[in-house]
């Protein structure tokens, strides 16, 4: 059965956005986008909530973000896209689905498919959305030296505890580190 993971970069405080939803306190270097390529290469499927898709859509199929580091943009490009959305319309990003049904469902039923596993990036409503419905198998949180103060929190409206095991913490040497997390055996609790 394949994965639904989320990749997410966090502030020390929780948030994956600033308040005006900036991502200019990102850790991005050369350490970083070597795992991101490896990252990519065992996936197969990005999952995007609509702010999310528009913005990657708008950058990834660029000259600038070709010219950037053509590894991850070709793969940005080249992978299934399922974008979760009530509001959009159409898709122009190219292997790109909408997804208007019901998300437990869809998902269900992707995570039953063959295939590698699935990635989530930034879409913070649809994360905390599975999350509550018990649909995220890992959390991969880049936990960055920042405290942002205020923002756009990644588990917004969750009312029961998650607990979670650490499977494995790598220390980058920017100071960010990726903590890598799976739910634990006993669930949730209140």
């Known amino acids: 059965m394949r ?70 943009a070709a793969a940005m490009n080249r992978l299934p896209k399922m974008v979760f959305s009530r509001t959009l319309k159409t898709l122009d990003w190219n292997n790109s689905q909408l997804a208007r049904d019901d998300l437990a469902e869809k998902i269900t039923h992707l995570k039953a498919q063959t295939g590698k596993d699935m990635v989530i990036f930034g879409s913070g409503e649809v994360v905390s959305s599975l999350t509550r419905l018990g649909l995220i198998d890992e959390y991969r949180l880049f936990t960055c030296p920042v405290i942002l103060g205020s923002g756009k929190p990644l588990f917004a409206g969750l009312s029961d505890t998650l607990n979670l095991e650490l499977l494995k913490a790598q220390p980058f040497t920017s100071g960010v580190v990726l903590l890598y997390y799976q739910p634990a055996s006993n669930g949730q609790s209140v």
């Open 3 to 72: 994965k639904v993971i989320v990749s997410e970069m966090v502030s020390l405080d929780g948030y994956f956005a600033s308040p005006d939803g900036s991502l200019d306190w990102h850790v991005v270097d050369d350490e970083f986008n070597t795992f991101a390529r490896k990252q990519l290469d065992e996936m197969d499927t990005l999952l995007f909530g609509r702010v999310t898709y528009e913005g990657m859509a708008s950058y990834w199929p660029t000259e600038a973000a070709m010219a950037d580091d053509p590894e991850i």
